[in-house]
T-cell receptor
Framework: DAKTTQPPSMDCAEGRAANLPCNHS???????VYWYRQIHSQGPQYIIH???NNETNEMASLIITEDRKSSTLILPHATLRDTAVYYC?????????????FGAGTRLAVHP | KAGVTQTPRYLIKTRGQQVTLSCSPI?????VSWYQQTPGQGLQFLFE???????NKGNFPGRFSGRQFSNSRSEMNVSTLELGDSALYLC??????????????FGEGSRLTVL
């Protein structure tokens, strides 16, 4: 599975959009980009995933560049409850395995 | 719909002891994965079970083992505990149909402290 690079920390004002970048320059054609977040002392929570098209759900939007070497998770109106560590994961849909390789993630702090 | 339930939530053991952690997946989910989270190593994959069979294993010593029962509930066991085993152990379930998916549902974890 390809390696991802994320900034260690970011700040965002409440009510503003939070844009979390992720580089995955070695991604291959059959690898998906997944985003999870972990709020302090809780288990990780699935947010969204995509292959090459932009995706949107009730939690966030995922923008993947045309060359697929990077992506951005967008929280459109960040709230204090969005303060968490956000993990970008690249994963192949193969082999029958539900295995995720987590990196260090980005610690997002949403402030009033 | 009930989420993933892990028990116990907190426990304290001493070096050399063994521990068993339990995980009840979301109803209908057949895949159960286990992860270890420590401040130094982050989240690391331990193993995954599907239909009572281990189908993937991470790079952990043989002291770490698991099993899955016919009702999809899973247990993991750590024998001969070491100080470095202190961690948050997370269980995740997925795949009501058995289809591989990266969308995992995590429990709140069992926090193990080894003294």
């Amino acid at each position: 599975d390809a390696k991802t690079t994320q900034p260690p920390s970011m700040d965002c004002a409440e009510g503003r959009a939070a844009n979390l970048p992720c580089n995955h320059s070695t991604i291959s054609g059959n690898e998906y980009v997944y985003w999870y977040r972990q709020i302090h002392s809780q288990g990780p929570q699935y947010i969204i995933h995509g292959l090459k098209n932009n995706e949107t759900n009730e939690m966030a939007s995922l923008i993947i560049t045309e060359d697929r070497k990077s992506s951005t998770l967008i929280l459109p109106h960040a709230t204090l409850r969005d303060t968490a560590v956000y993990y970008c994961i690249v994963r192949q849909e193969r082999g029958g395995y539900n295995k995720l390789i987590f990196g260090a993630g980005t610690r997002l702090a949403v402030h009033p | 719909k009930a989420g993933v339930t892990q028990t116990p939530r907190y426990l304290i053991k001493t070096r050399g002891q063994q521990v068993t952690l339990s995980c009840s997946p979301i109803s209908g989910h057949r895949s159960v994965s286990w992860y270890q989270q420590t401040p130094g190593q982050g989240l690391q994959f331990l193993f995954e079970y599907f239909s009572e069979t281990q189908r993937n294993k991470g790079n952990f010593p043989g002291r770490f083992s698991g099993r899955q029962f016919s009702n999809s509930r899973s247990e993991m066991n750590v024998s001969t505990l070491e100080l470095g085993d202190s961690a948050l152990y997370l269980c995740a379930s997925s795949s009501p149909t058995g289809v591989v998916s990266g969308e995992l549902f995590f429990g709140e974890g069992s926090r193990l402290t080894v003294l």
